[in-house]
């Protein structure tokens, strides 16, 4: 009788370069699993848009393992311990999450598993380096991102190469009484079926990462440095999501920028490239030794600052609907598709820190809520960037004009238009700014400001002027 291995799935839900799973494959028959596990993640237990990727990708992934992966609901302390213990199994692996609640949640089940004479497996296969490995010479952890980037990560060990996926994988025969659920058992898809709109926009899994990552290098990585600040053009990679399920390695990326042929892309647009890796990298790093990032601001002034927290304004900020241009079709773009262009995001998170003096947390929360690729380091890590509050922040004085920024990387008006459909057919002089329309010209383009789109929601004159009157308090 074979020794019995059980690999559990979390944020690695891939075959390919995970050596986790590789690991289990060598030390016997697999047992492959995967825990919905709310009750340990209390307040930070996934989004809706979140849930129904998560839906989809397990779908996939069973079908990847010939039918054999075993769906579980509930406190995984419990639950794996009691599936290890019925199974006899003689390894457990995992790959290595670094949110808070899952590293506390991790240690005790290594410990119980320990305690049964179970051998524990715990592998990084969701990041280019650990975030104890990119220190400063002190040996603490980096604050500001470019050093962290410059003097850390490329000068640290590089990425290891990716591995393929295990080429035979012998699975056991799981006991039928282990409380297996059916897909459908998790209840993971929103009784509010608004994912429905987002299936179009995504290929989930692991090929679907693949396929993307590959046009991403022929479409769009030429041109980057520049091209990713403007909307309406192919410049991202869109592989935030696959990265976050792990559907792809960050070193699969990374190796596939080395094995580009030389000159087929300038080195200013795969060096800007890698360093937006390296971002995800130093927001985990910033997770990793502030556990309270999601929560507290990094610099601690920010805990008195005095919000607004008008829940009209936060409503129509949700919905697409503040009356300025640029922020409501980013907004409806989240909505849409579960994503948002990078660029966007800055400009509708300044937008509702800044000048609607919302809490940036309540924005924080609504894209955990509704981006396919929330990720607690990273978003916590970028909302806490725009309002000014993290360890190397954009000051809080620097506000985003929302209508400059859309003359200056939307100068064609084709990203709005793409998204705010009532304005298709005002002149790009008024597109970014429809207030300021003559009544005829209005009239002729089919807008009636307050009716068919609606009047801004703040001045962003006298809301920036009074920010920076609350930022001068705060000071």
Request: net charge negative; hydrophobic share 40%; aromatic share 12%.
């Amino acid at each position: 009788m074979s020794d019995i291995a059980i690999h559990w799935f979390r944020q690695d839900l891939r075959l390919s370069d995970n050596p986790a799973l590789a690991k289990a494959v060598e030390k016997g028959d697999l047992i492959p699993v995967y825990i919905l596990d709310d009750e340990n993640a209390g307040a930070d237990a996934m989004g809706g848009a979140s849930r129904w990727w998560l839906h989809e990708a397990l779908r996939i992934l069973n079908d990847q393992l010939g039918g054999h992966l075993r769906l579980y609901k509930g406190d995984a302390k419990e639950i794996l311990p009691k599936l290890a213990a019925l199974h006899d199994a003689r390894v457990v692996s995992w790959t290595r999450c670094y949110e808070p609640w899952r590293v506390t949640r991790d240690k005790a089940i290594k410990e119980r598993l320990d305690a049964q004479g179970c051998e524990t497996i715990r592998l990084n296969g969701s990041l280019l380096w650990e975030p104890w490995a990119i220190k400063k010479q002190d040996g603490t952890p980096y604050k500001v991102f470019t050093p962290f980037f410059r003097k850390g990560c490329l000068q640290a060990p590089p990425p290891a190469v990716p591995m393929d996926a295990p080429e035979d994988i012998h699975f056991a025969d799981p006991k039928k009484e282990d409380g297996a659920v059916a897909l459908d058992g998790l209840s993971l898809l929103p009784e509010i079926e608004w994912y429905k709109q987002m299936a179009p926009h995504w290929e989930i899994g692991e090929a679907g990462a693949q396929a993307a990552l590959e046009r991403f290098l022929d479409e769009g990585l030429n041109g980057y440095k520049s091209g990713r600040d403007i909307p309406s053009l192919p410049h991202v990679s869109r592989l935030s999501p696959y990265l976050h399920w792990g559907h792809i390695s960050p070193n699969q990326i990374w190796h596939a920028l080395d094995c580009l042929e030389d000159d087929a892309v300038p080195d200013r647009d795969v060096d800007h490239f890698r360093s937006e890796l390296a971002w995800r990298e130093f927001s985990y790093s910033l997770l990793y030794y502030n556990q309270e990032l999601t929560s507290v601001p990094l610099q601690p002034k920010f805990a008195g600052f005095e919000w607004q927290n008008d829940p009209a304004k936060l409503s129509a900020w949700q919905k697409g609907m503040t009356g300025i241009p640029i922020v409501d079709a980013g907004m409806r773009e989240l909505w849409q598709t579960g994503y948002m262009h990078n660029r966007v995001r800055m400009i509708v998170a300044s937008f509702l820190i800044k000048n609607m003096r919302t809490d940036w947390r309540k924005g924080e929360a609504w894209f955990w809520d509704t981006l396919v690729d929330a990720d607690l380091a990273n978003n916590a890590a970028s909302w806490q960037w725009v309002a000014g509050c993290g360890a190397d922040a954009a000051p809080y004085f620097r506000i985003f004009n929302p209508v400059l920024q859309a003359e200056k990387f939307d100068a064609d008006g084709d990203y709005i238009r793409l998204y705010v459909p009532e304005l298709v057919k005002l002149p790009n002089k008024y597109l970014f700014k429809p207030w300021t329309t003559p009544k005829d010209i209005m009239a002729e383009a089919g807008v009636r400001l307050g009716e068919t789109y609606p009047m801004p929601v703040v001045d962003l004159k006298a809301s920036r002027e009074a920010a920076l009157d609350a930022y001068k308090a705060l000071s």
